[in-house]
């Protein structure tokens, strides 16, 4: 089945020491997204890619970065994650930037900092 | 910016009731609208999406109206089962502004 997937599903780092969680999908859409999820809070966007375009959310902190190589597969990169980071990562996909389509999430990584 | 609220926070019933979960939002210029579910720990199912030009949509159960000009929705779930047991989320927007949520307990 076409679908999204996560991994990790668990990602358990130490404070400061640098993680990658990575997102792939065989839906082929255009609109990759990340989303940050705290324990009890709605989600809230990171960034999204458009093809190859890369659009950061202006609250976004810089410690997050993104990297998308091709169309299936895209990675958030965290350099220095702190206690604050500890949350549920979601990737979601869509056909269009601008659409009437529908997102469709993978299953989330959940981001442990110690 | 966009602000979607969702009344109520959280919302026990007994099984077999129908319930309605709200959904407002502030600006009505959307494209659509988007009803999920998350399972406690889980990612997000999709349950209904709406586009602007729609009133309505239907999957099993499940019943979402739109009314853009008022900047509401509303999720109505019938003959209510344990299983429905989640927390429900409105979106809107293609960025997704999401509400807070509705938890909900269906009790046996």
């Known amino acids: 089945d076409a679908m999204v997937i996560q991994n990790p599903r668990y990602q358990v780092t130490q404070f400061g020491k640098p993680v990658t969680l990575s997102c792939s999908q065989t839906?082929?859409?255009?609109?990759m997204y990340w989303y940050q999820q705290k324990s009890s809070q709605a989600p809230k966007l990171l960034f999204h890619y458009y093809d190859k375009d890369f659009n950061n959310e202006a609250d976004t902190p810089d410690n997050f970065q993104s990297r998308r190589p091709n169309t299936s597969f895209c990675f958030l990169d965290i350099r220095s994650p702190g206690l604050g980071d500890a949350a549920m990562y979601l990737c979601?996909?869509?056909?269009?930037?601008?659409?009437?389509?529908?997102?469709?999430f993978g299953p989330g990584t959940r981001l442990t900092v110690l | 910016k966009q602000e979607v609220t969702q009344i109520p926070a959280a919302l026990s019933v007994p099984e077999g009731e129908n319930l309605v979960l709200n959904c407002s939002f502030t600006?009505?210029?959307?494209?659509?609208l988007q009803w999920f579910r998350q399972d406690p720990g889980k990612g997000l199912t999709s349950l209904l999406l709406?586009?602007?030009?729609?009133r309505e949509q239907t999957s099993g159960r499940l019943n979402a109206s739109l009314d853009k000009s008022s900047g509401r929705s509303t999720l109505y779930i019938a003959a209510s089962q344990p299983g429905d047991s989640a927390t429900y989320l409105c979106?809107?927007?293609?960025?997704?502004?999401f509400g807070g949520g509705t938890r909900l307990m269906v009790k046996p």
């Open positions: 839906l082929n859409h255009n609109v």
């Open positions: 979601a996909t869509r056909q269009g930037r601008n659409s009437y389509n529908e997102q469709f």
């Open positions: 600006d009505s210029a959307i494209y659509n």
């Open positions: 979106a809107v927007g293609n960025m997704l502004t």
């Open positions: 709406i586009q602007s030009s729609q």
